[in-house]
């Protein structure tokens, strides 16, 4: 089972999705197979009444892109504690162990993140030793 792993970017005020993050969901939405699970991860940076996750998961619930219906929200996961990269990465390894373990085993991960954070992303995956994973990421 192949799942995507949109990362969060810091929230406006009162809850408003920055530019990058915006970008990242419409990234994801041109990509979506319609079938794979997706992972919105992000926790409360800003201090706000919502963490990232929430956002994206309500954004990509209520969003159309070119007419093609929103994303079901059966197949949205929430990884809403993280405040960092590697947060986003370790806490969102463990939705997915979790995945694992109930359901289909996970064979790709795709992350969809930023190419002014792509770099960040790979030394994650680095020095977290996921190298061997599957793991792609795509740049938006």
Known sequence: MKVFLIL???LEKNCKISSI???RLQCFLKIDDGVSK???SG???AKEKHTEAFIMRKYLINKQ???VKNVDDKRILLENK???TYENIYFSLKVLRKQSREKNRVTKLVIV???SHKKKVEC???EGNLEMCNISIITC
């Open 82 to 84: 993280s405040k960092d």
């Open 43 to 45: 926790g409360n940076v």
């Open 21 to 23: 993050l915006k970008k």
């Open 65 to 67: 892109l070119n007419g």
């Open 124 to 126: 994650v995956i680095k």
């Open 8 to 10: 969060g970017n810091k």
């Open 113 to 115: 993140t930023s190419e």
């Open 38 to 40: 997706v992972i919105v």
